[in-house]
């Protein structure tokens, strides 16, 4: 089922370049909504003066994420407690804003809030408001990183690490957002065999299922494949080694390594981490 919630957290062409890339995200398209005049331009935005929100409106997919999987990405790439203010860029129209459509979003929204107010030093001051005129941005502006050939900005980026910092353990930290590996044989997943799914440990996507699991003698958890679009693959030359590095393709986090010297029909090893996992029961 296909379904729209709009977002407002500091400058849209960041915001936009990040759901681009989430795999259940259909549509996205930037604009200006909450403020008092109709069809503003983008230098009327920023003059400061119609308190219209830049803000971008997803349609995403139900069957393949979630609209609380959603909201665990926009916590993390931007700073929810500062009022009027994304890193350098300051008015209002950079506030922090969920306009939802569906009442029943309302919920998911305020207990998400809860959820990840321990979190964060201050208070997070997300305005949740209920759906108001949208309008679209000049054409220049739809994705733009895109077009400029960016991948990420640089405030995301420094928002989901001080996101992560509070979130995940310092083990956790050194290893996913600061590309460490812990020690062979200390992970629980090692030996482990339950049936269920393995999450990103940093953004909850499902990255691995246990069917695709097998015994391993590295010490570390193998897995021959991994779910469709949930990891991305990149040249790792460190170490004086030539190898492809496994990253979450939601947040970027590093999670291991793929070796083509796996046991099963897929000749693949995908070599991770324990603690970037969190397993869940089927």
């Known amino acids: 089922m296909e379904c729209e919630i709009i977002l407002a957290g500091g400058c849209f062409w960041g915001i936009q370049a990040v759901f681009n890339r989430i795999a259940g995200i259909i549509k996205t398209e930037v604009g200006y909504i909450g403020g008092t005049t109709e069809n503003p331009t983008y230098e009327e935005v920023c003059r400061d003066s119609t308190n219209h929100a830049e803000a971008v409106r997803i349609i995403y997919d139900t069957d393949k994420i979630s609209l609380d999987e959603i909201l665990d990405i926009f916590f993390m790439i931007h700073d929810p407690t500062t009022p009027?203010?994304?890193?350098?860029?300051?008015?209002?129209?950079?506030?922090?804003?969920?306009?939802?459509i569906r009442q029943a979003d309302k919920k998911i929204i305020e207990q998400k809030i809860k959820a990840y107010t321990p979190y964060f030093d201050n208070p997070?001051?997300?305005?949740?408001?209920?759906?108001?005129?949208?309008?679209?941005?000049?054409?220049?502006?739809?994705?733009?990183?895109?077009?400029?050939?960016?991948?990420?900005?640089?405030?995301t980026e420094k928002a989901i690490n001080a996101f992560l910092q509070k979130k995940l353990t310092p083990e956790q930290f050194q290893i996913m957002r600061q590309k460490g590996t812990e020690p062979p044989f200390s992970g629980e997943y090692v030996h482990f065999d339950k049936n269920g799914i393995y999450k990103c440990a940093a953004c909850g996507q499902v990255l691995f299922d246990s069917s695709a699991k097998f015994q391993t003698t590295c010490g570390w958890p193998g897995f021959d494949k991994a779910n469709p679009e949930a990891v991305i693959l990149k040249r790792d030359l460190s170490h004086f080694m030539v190898r492809t590095e496994v990253l979450c393709s939601?947040?970027?986090?590093?999670?291991?390594?793929?070796?083509?010297?796996?046991?099963?029909?897929?000749?693949?090893?995908?070599?991770?981490?324990?603690?970037?996992?969190?397993?869940?029961?089927?």
Do not use: M, W
Not at 84 to 100: E, H, L, M, V
Not at 262 to 279: D, K
């Open 84 to 100: 009027n203010r994304q890193g350098p860029d300051t008015g209002s129209q950079y506030r922090s804003a969920i306009f939802y």
């Open 250 to 282: 939601r947040c970027k986090s590093h999670l291991g390594h793929l070796f083509k010297d796996g046991p099963t029909q897929t000749g693949l090893r995908y070599c991770i981490n324990s603690a970037v996992l969190n397993f869940e029961k089927k």
């Open 124 to 155: 997070i001051i997300t305005e949740v408001i209920h759906n108001k005129p949208f309008y679209p941005a000049e054409a220049y502006h739809q994705n733009y990183f895109e077009k400029a050939g960016k991948e990420v900005c640089s405030n």
